[in-house]
């Protein structure tokens, strides 16, 4: 764990002149997330683009939620959550690999950006790379309540992507390989720690909302430009100049945990075991326990 929440409170003690270079530094052991960006990674650029807290302006509520997040020992959840999350994943499958250094950061989030407060409710975080694990955060009371969840999400993606796992082509990677991993995640989640499990931003939900029949529908697009718009919805797509397919937010998400349930009950497994399943692997046996007399 990168004392993140300390380095955070020295910025914003510092003039606002130095913080550039104080963030810089805070963010320099996260520079291993981006290896194929020669020299290095923009770290300003990255915060920002991840709904960091900004450099200037509303000091005063971003120390009130610092405290918060100390008060409420986010750390010390976070590091107990991956602990957790982590026995789990050994005991369904002594066989998995895991990365031998795992760096966390916890970065306050932007009050000042309306996507990032209403429409993911105080939630971005990336856990794709193995190795490494971001979480941006608000401490609303819904996040506040889902720390050790919201940790075990990206240590199941962690091991997903890491030693021996799925390689994860941004030129051919599938709409559905995300799907099906935040799926496997969510329900992971689930799995640990009950209704505080699935991720709260997401708006669609059952394998008859419209929504999730339209992911479903674009499993096989291929392509990293298209999997916002597929997995995150029309929000984020207009966010990140991405073009809309006409989705909720977090639709993806309700459409992975439809083939991940359904794959679950096939096979009488856990998405803690199902770790490293291909997408396609879940999404085929998903279709074949689905029951048409639902659709009557």
Known sequence: MLDSLDQTLTILDAPETRRPE??????????????????????LMTHRGTFGFPLTGHDDLLREALAMMRSAGVPERVEAGLGTALQALREADPDLEFPDELRVLITLGNPADDHFMHEIQGLSAFGGIAGFIELTLWPNPTVMDRVE???????????????????????????????VAEGLA???????????????????????????????????????????PWVHGDAAARRFGAEPVGLSTGAGYAAGRVLV???????RTTAAA???TDWRVVAESSRSNHDPKADT
């Open 186 to 228: 969510d329900v992971f989640a689930r799995e640990l720690h009950g209704l505080a499990g699935p991720t709260h931003f997401v708006r669609a939900s059952g394998e008859h909302d419209p929504a999730v029949v339209k992911v479903l529908s674009g499993l096989e697009i291929t392509g990293m430009q298209n999997l916002v």
């Open 149 to 179: 969840a919201i940790a075990a999400h990206e240590l199941h993606h962690n091991v997903r992507y890491g030693p021996g796992g799925i390689v994860w082509n941004p030129m051919t990677v599938a709409v559905g390989e995300q799907v």
């Open 274 to 276: 199902n770790v490293r």
């Open 261 to 267: 349930e359904n794959h679950l009950s096939a096979t």
């Open 22 to 43: 104080l963030l810089v530094t805070m963010r320099q052991p996260m520079s291993g997330m981006f290896p194929w960006i020669p020299g290095g990674p923009d770290h």
